[in-house]
C-alpha cells in the first residue's frame, strides 16, 4: 500500500486564519475568476481579516463620529428647552439675569449668541448696565454685519445710561463711519441724542440737521426745530 500522502496543490488557499466552510467557498470561487483578476483575488483572500479589520475600524470610527454629532444635536436642542424654560419662568429682569447669567457659563456655543441677547436686553431693563454693556460688546464680535451694527447701537444706549456721553458718542460716530446706508439715519438718531448728552453743540447740531433733511416722518418738525436751536447755540 502505498502511504506516501499527497501533496498540497499549488493553488491550495494560503491560511488566511478563516473557517474550512469559508476556506472551501473562496476556493470555489477562486476557479472561476478570471486568471486576469487572479493577482487581486489571491490579494484579497490572503488579506480577508486585516481588510476586515480594517473596515471594521472605518465603521466604527463612523458611529463614533455620528455618535457625537448626535450627541451634540441634543444638548443643543436640550439647552434651547433649558432657555426657553429661563424666558417663560423667569419673569422678573434680576432673576432673569442671574439664570442667563448662569446658564451662559455651560451653553452650547451656537446658543451664546440668541442668550447674549436675551441677557442684554433683560440686564437693560434691570438697569444693570455695566452687564449690559459687555454683552453688546461681545455680540460685536459676530460675523454678521446686521449684528454688529445693533450690538454697537446697544452698547452706546448703555453708555449713555451710564453717563458715559463722550464714549457713546465716539462708538457711534465709528459705527456709522463703515455702517451700510440703510443704518445711516439710525445712526444719526442715536449721534443725535449721544452729542447733545455730551455737550458737544455743534456735532448734535450736524446730526438734527441731518436728520431734518434726509428723514421725512413725523418727527422732521422737531428734528428742524433742533437743528435751528443748536445751530444759535454753536
Given at each position: 500500500m502505498d502511504d506516501k500522502k499527497k501533496q498540497p496543490q499549488d493553488n491550495a488557499p494560503a491560511d488566511s486564519g478563516l473557517t474550512p466552510g469559508v476556506a472551501e467557498q473562496l476556493e470555489q470561487i477562486k476557479k472561476a475568476v478570471p486568471d486576469t483578476s487572479q493577482r487581486l483575488f489571491d490579494f484579497l483572500v490572503s488579506n480577508l481579516k486585516p481588510i476586515a479589520i480594517g473596515c471594521g475600524a472605518i465603521v466604527l470610527a463612523a458611529a463614533v463620529y455620528a455618535g457625537v454629532d448626535s450627541w451634540r444635536a441634543r444638548s443643543a436642542a436640550k439647552a434651547a428647552d433649558q432657555l426657553g424654560l429661563i424666558l417663560i419662568e423667569k419673569t422678573e429682569p434680576k432673576a432673569r439675569v442671574q439664570a442667563l447669567d448662569d446658564f451662559l457659563k455651560d451653553a452650547p456655543g451656537r446658543l451664546r449668541p440668541a442668550i447674549l441677547l436675551e441677557l442684554a436686553g433683560s440686564a437693560m431693563l434691570d438697569k444693570q448696565f455695566d452687564k449690559a454693556a459687555t454683552a453688546w460688546q461681545e455680540l460685536e464680535g459676530s460675523p454678521s454685519p446686521d449684528m454688529k451694527i445693533i450690538a454697537s447701537i446697544g452698547r452706546a444706549k448703555c453708555l449713555l445710561m451710564s453717563d458715559k456721553a463722550p464714549e457713546a458718542l465716539a462708538l457711534l460716530e465709528g459705527v456709522k463711519a463703515k455702517a451700510p446706508e440703510s443704518y445711516a439715519l439710525a445712526l444719526t438718531r442715536q449721534i443725535a441724542v449721544a452729542a447733545e448728552q455730551a455737550g458737544n453743540a455743534q456735532a448734535?447740531?450736524?446730526?438734527?440737521?441731518?436728520?431734518?433733511?434726509?428723514?421725512?416722518?413725523?418727527?422732521?418738525?422737531?428734528f428742524e426745530y433742533k437743528a435751528n436751536h443748536l445751530k444759535s447755540k454753536s
Open positions: 448734535a447740531q450736524a446730526a438734527y440737521a441731518e436728520l431734518a433733511e434726509k428723514d421725512t416722518g413725523p418727527g422732521k418738525p422737531y
